[in-house]
């Protein structure tokens, strides 16, 4: 049982993938971005993400 719960996480991980993909190509026709340009926007969102995490909460501090 344990082992269809892990491919089920697995295979949602790839739908994911697989719809973010698809987002950005909508993306990039609906802005007329460039390969470039969407690289760039990515970058940016995933250094949003990571500083994210790295912010505490005010309850961190004490």
């Given at each position: 049982m344990q082992e269809n719960l892990l491919n089920k996480k697995n295979s949602?991980?790839?739908?994911?993938?697989?719809?973010?993909?698809k987002y950005l190509n909508d993306l990039?026709?609906?802005f007329s971005l460039s390969d470039e340009?969407?690289?760039k926007i990515l970058k940016?969102?995933?250094n949003n993400?990571?500083?994210r995490k790295k912010e505490?909460?005010?309850w961190h501090f004490f």
């Open positions: 949602d991980i790839h739908s994911a993938e697989k719809y973010i993909g990039q026709k609906h340009q969407l690289v940016n969102s995933l993400l990571k500083k505490k909460k005010w």
